[in-house]
């Protein structure tokens, strides 16, 4: 349905912590609004009066929407403003479910970074036919979870295609570099599941491994996981000792429901298994894997019991609005490496590459790119309303913006192995 908006963006959040990152760079690729009409979007027009103000005189005109999440009657004139609504304000179970519901309502295209499965699967059951009457493309998870490996399984499966003449039976996930902080958004989202552990249904959702497909096609090759696995492992392909990589629960279940969405073109048993992070080779690998698993689980372990919960969120976890310094921001980055093989045991690696922290500075651009696809591409995106990942609404669009916009990199080896 065409309609005149009078923005094409609204930017949610845009006083947060991956919210003013989002900003800086959505003013930068809109020419400050001359390019696209956006918007700055809060809750508390002083703080979003600033965030333009740090954006410099070129912005001076970006206008400022402000709404509360709590406040449909605020939300819903605020969505009815525009074609797309990026939002970066979370956690998402806590401050996004009467935002998500607005934008099916009224038909507007809505993106954001969610990486709480349970949340998405609630927004699924409630609105997924809603949606797709209303013609709303909903599409969760446009950072760090889980574009990289979303968007890398595609590109493999693409190049795969080409190569062999058919797609991997298998792909594997190992994360090589990721360097960076993390924000308080992410921290309140890890908060938010601890404090709510005794849920059964958020429990489902993290363990069983295809959670995020829809109904009646929740079966596949993957075994459930454990809610918060130690486990060191070594890679044959690699020469490597690995740990288990935490944004990994949530981002195989994104490429599983990707897969189901574009109708099992892999095939219904293309095996994503865990995804984990490649430490060292040798007694040494091993025993820095083992020790890195530990670590990260204590923190989970101590955030989870309320003794020790107190004291993380005082002392230890970034604060809402809190996040990396600016020097962690630029010299961050992250890598990852893609293998896939086929039923007859040929192998295809690609490498995956980008630029600044990834939880904040990588993932504003990546969500700024998936809201510009969104209202720039409208017409070229082939799915209708409904609940979408960034593979299966946006796929090749998408890839190619990240390559031109955001510093990422998608490379093949080119030389294949193991033939
Ligand atoms: N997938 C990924 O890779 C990835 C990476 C980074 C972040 N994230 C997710 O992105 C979300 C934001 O993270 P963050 O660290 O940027 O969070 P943050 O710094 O704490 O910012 C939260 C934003 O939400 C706003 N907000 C809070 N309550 C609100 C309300 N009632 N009404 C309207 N706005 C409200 C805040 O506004 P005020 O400034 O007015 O308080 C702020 O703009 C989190 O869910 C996080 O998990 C995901």
């Known amino acids: 349905m065409e309609r005149d908006h009078e923005f094409d963006i609204i930017l949610w959040g845009a006083t947060g912590s991956t919210g003013r990152r989002a900003a800086h760079h959505l003013a930068l690729r809109t020419d400050n609004g001359k390019r696209l009409r956006w918007a700055l979007g809060g809750r508390n027009q002083a703080k979003l009066e600033a965030v333009r103000q740090q954006l410099g005189p070129e912005a001076a005109d970006t206008p400022i929407v402000t709404a509360d999440s709590h406040d449909v009657a605020s939300l819903e004139a605020m969505v009815a403003r525009t074609q797309v609504v990026c939002s970066v304000v979370g956690p998402y179970a806590s401050f996004g479910t009467e935002l998500l519901g607005a934008c099916v309502r009224s038909g507007t295209d809505y993106c954001d970074l969610a990486a709480e499965a349970h949340w998405i699967r609630r927004m699924i059951d409630a609105h997924q036919a809603e949606a797709e009457q209303t013609g709303a493309r909903i599409v969760h998870a446009c950072g760090m979870d889980s574009v990289p490996s979303d968007l890398g399984v595609l590109f493999l499966q693409t190049a795969a295609v080409e190569r062999f003449g058919e797609p991997c039976k298998e792909i594997k996930m190992r994360i090589d570099e990721f360097s960076g902080g993390f924000s308080g958004g992410t921290a309140g989202c890890l908060i938010y599941g601890m404090e709510h552990n005794e849920d059964k249904f958020i429990g489902e959702c993290m363990t069983q491994p295809y959670s995020l497909n829809p109904e009646g096609m929740r079966q596949g090759p993957e075994k459930p996981n454990k809610m918060m696995s130690t486990k060191v492992e070594y890679d044959e392909d690699l020469g490597v000792w ?83 310094d600016a020097e962690t921001r630029e010299n961050g980055e992250w890598g990852v490496v893609l293998v896939g093989k086929t039923a007859d045991g040929r192998i295809i690696k690609a490498r995956l590459h980008g630029d600044g922290d990834p939880g904040t500075e990588s993932t504003s651009r990546m969500i700024v790119e998936s809201a510009l696809c969104l209202a720039e591409e409208a017409d070229k995106i082939q799915v209708g309303g409904g609940s979408w990942t960034p593979a299966s609404a946006m796929g090749e669009l998408l890839l190619s913006r990240l390559i031109a916009h955001a510093g990422l990199t998608f490379e093949l080896e080119q030389h294949p192995v193991g033939v």
């Open 242 to 324: 690995t740990k288990p990589f935490f944004m990994g629960p949530m981002n195989t279940k994104i490429v599983r429901r990707s897969h189901a969405l574009m109708g099992y073109p892999y095939g219904e048993d293309f095996l994503y298994g865990p995804e984990s992070q490649m430490v060292g080779s040798g007694p040494l690998g091993w025993l820095k894997a083992k020790a890195g698993a530990l670590k990260f689980a204590g923190l989970v372990v101590a955030t989870a019991i309320p003794p020790t919960r107190p004291l993380m969120t005082k002392y230890v976890l970034p604060k809402p609005g809190e996040g990396p």
